[in-house]
Nanobody, 116 residues
Framework: QVQLVESGGGLVQPGGSLRLSCVAS????????MSWYRQGPGKERELVAV????????RYADSMKGRFTISRDNAKNTVYLQMNSLKPEDTAVYYC?????????WGQGTQVTVSS
C-alpha cells in the first residue's frame, strides 16, 4: 500500500523557516522522483520543487529559488523541503507527490501559515 505522509507544517512569522518531511512507503523510494506541491487559499495547486531519484538533481519554481531546498534521504524513504525567508504568500497546504506506475500519488498535505 502506497503512503506519503507529510509533517512539519505550522504557523511561522514572516522571514522564518520550516522544514517539511514526507515519509514514503509501499514502493521503491530510491527509484522514484519526488515532488512538493502547494495549494494556497483560492489558488490552484502548483509545483514547488522536484528531486530526481538516485542522482538527486533538483528543479524549483521560480518564486521558490534561493529560498527553498528539496532533498531526500533514500535510507529513510524521506523527502524534505527546507523553507527559508518565508513570506505570507507562501501560506498554503503543502503536498508530497510521486507518480507511480502511471498514477498520481498524493499525501494528505500539511498546512503552512506565514503570519505575524
Amino acid at each position: 500500500q502506497v503512503q506519503l505522509v507529510e509533517s512539519g507544517g505550522g504557523l511561522v512569522q514572516p522571514g522564518g523557516s520550516l522544514r517539511l518531511s514526507c515519509v514514503a512507503s509501499g514502493f521503491t523510494f530510491s527509484s522514484v522522483a519526488m515532488s512538493w506541491y502547494r495549494q494556497g487559499p483560492g489558488k490552484e495547486r502548483e509545483l514547488v520543487a522536484v528531486i530526481s531519484n538516485t542522482v538527486g538533481s533538483t528543479r524549483y519554481a521560480d518564486s521558490m529559488k534561493g529560498r527553498f531546498t528539496i532533498s531526500r534521504d533514500n535510507a529513510k524513504n524521506t523527502v524534505y523541503l527546507q523553507m527559508n525567508s518565508l513570506k505570507p504568500e507562501d501560506t498554503a497546504v503543502y503536498y508530497c507527490y510521486a507518480r507511480l506506475w502511471g498514477v498520481d500519488r498524493w499525501g494528505q498535505g500539511t498546512q503552512v501559515t506565514v503570519s505575524s
